[in-house]
């Protein structure tokens, strides 16, 4: 079975320009998770998808958007890109967040890194 | 608002040692709590998941345990190798939450042959 998958794995943009990155979950997920961790922090939570909506996002500015398509996989897209958005972007999944399967394992991709120069 | 926080920050050992990672939350209302290892630029790597209604788990050299009462969980780790080292992080499954899944900062081990 595959796991979860990113890409690309890395990316460079210059500043201002606009980057897309890429999540395809486990077979049968339905939740997708985007996190950012910048170089020596924690992770950041940034958006939550389940079933094709968006449940939750975190404390980002409104430049950082994604999507989540009818096969479940995911996009996230950040705008306007900083040099403080440089940092290993990380995608996880699970089964859809539902009674009967919240106990269910949360699986990462590998990650993209992003370098804004 | 969920909150965890792991101690210590950074570990080293020497090899051979049995060694304990913390983990701390301060909601209690968790359907679950999963700890992850994650080497250097790479992903998350899932080592175990403890349900709320469970006291522990154990997954070869590993045993994880938790104390909702207290929002506490450990992870035991016995004869550790220097295969083991990496950063050691725990989430937590909050209930009727926002479901952000808030990640502690994590515990970076470094094993010494």
């Known amino acids: 079975e595959a796991g979860v998958t990113q890409s690309p794995t890395h990316l460079i943009k210059t500043r201002g320009q606009q980057a897309t990155l890429r999540c395809s979950p486990i077979?049968?997920?339905?939740?997708v998770y985007w996190y950012q961790q910048a170089l020596g922090l924690g992770l950041q939570f940034l958006l939550w998808?389940?079933?094709?909506?968006?449940?939750n996002r975190g404390n980002f500015p409104p430049r950082f958007s994604g999507r989540q398509f009818p096969n479940y996989s995911s996009e996230l897209n950040v705008n306007a890109l900083e040099l403080e958005d440089s940092a290993l972007y990380l995608c996880?999944?699970?089964?859809?967040?539902?009674?009967?399967?919240?106990?269910?394992?949360?699986?990462f991709g590998n990650g993209t890194r992003l370098t804004v120069t | 608002k969920q909150e965890v926080t792991q101690i210590p920050a950074a570990l080293s050992v020497p090899e051979g040692e049995n060694l304990v990672l913390n983990c701390s939350f301060t909601?209690?209302?968790?359907?679950?709590l999963q700890w992850f290892r994650q080497d250097p630029g790479k992903g998350l790597t899932s080592l175990l998941l403890i349900q709320s209604s469970q006291r522990e788990q154990t997954s070869g050299r590993l045993n994880a345990s938790l104390d909702k009462s207290s929002g506490r969980s450990t992870l035991y780790i016995a004869a550790s190798q220097p295969g083991d080292s990496a950063t050691y992080l725990c989430?937590?499954?909050?209930?009727?939450?926002?479901?952000?899944?808030?990640f502690g900062k994590g515990t970076k081990l470094t094993v010494n042959p």
């Open positions: 996880a999944s699970s089964l859809a967040f539902r009674r009967e399967t919240y106990n269910s394992p949360l699986h």
């Open positions: 909601d209690s209302a968790i359907y679950n």
């Open positions: 998808y389940d079933e094709g909506e968006e449940r």
């Open positions: 989430v937590c499954r909050r209930r009727g939450g926002s479901e952000k899944l808030v």
């Open positions: 077979s049968g997920h339905t939740s």
